[in-house]
């Protein structure tokens, strides 16, 4: 089984990414179970905006495409930003639109049968809000959505600290990491064994 995190920072690397550092707690928790694990910081790739797999030479994106489509599961990653998700979160979100209208040689969407979930830091409120707003768009291009399939940390309501300079909350979003971890390889085992069928006509 294989899974993608595409850590969805404004920090290009090796910048210290708070978003990459929870990340990691979910991480690994799938390598402990057995899963074979890739994380790609997106705003390293320049990744340009639009709605189709393949904008043409020097198009980062058919790539992360294939390893979407080679992936049981997917991780989006994103701090908060006024409450909503990062502007890269929302480029790879525009990005796998074109996904929608993709079909395997059986008819299924190409998301069908594969799981996802999402990782959220901000040192404000609103990562119940990013959480919904990703997960929303996932399920539109067919992902499976698990119950609790996230984590998140915040210092909301107001600014504060981030993740890696304080260490209130942070047991609770490596358990709550932990647990998602588990509950998306349960869901992509189930569908793999039992997978959905292409919708009716």
Avoid at 54 to 65: E, V
Avoid at 72 to 83: D, F, G, K, M
Avoid at 87 to 106: C, F, G, K, L, N
Wanted: hydrophobic letters at 40%; one cysteine or more; proline letters at 8%.
């Amino acid at each position: 089984m294989r899974a993608l995190v595409i850590n969805c920072t404004l920090k290009r690397s090796p910048g210290t990414s708070n978003t990459e550092a929870l990340a990691a707690v979910v991480e690994e928790e799938l390598r402990a179970r057995g899963v074979k694990v890739e994380s790609i910081r997106a705003v390293d790739l320049d990744i340009p905006p639009g709605v189709e797999t393949d904008l043409g030479p020097g198009d980062p994106w058919p790539g992360i495409h294939r390893t979407l489509l080679e992936s049981e599961i997917l991780v989006i990653a994103s701090p908060t930003w006024a409450a909503h998700p990062s502007s890269v979160a929302q480029r790879v979100i525009e990005r796998m639109d074109a996904m929608m209208s993709e079909t395997d040689d059986t008819g299924r969407p190409v998301a069908f049968n594969r799981v996802a979930g999402v990782v959220v830091t901000g040192n404000e409120d609103g990562a119940h809000h990013v959480i919904s707003e990703i997960t929303g768009a996932l399920n539109d291009f067919g992902y499976t959505i698990p119950g609790q399939a996230w984590t998140y940390w915040n210092q909301g309501p107001g600014p504060g600290p981030s993740y890696l300079d304080a260490e209130k909350g942070r047991e609770w979003s490596a358990s709550t990491g932990r647990a998602m971890a588990s509950n998306l390889v349960a869901v992509a085992t189930a569908l793999a064994e039992h997978p959905m069928p292409a919708p009716p006509s």
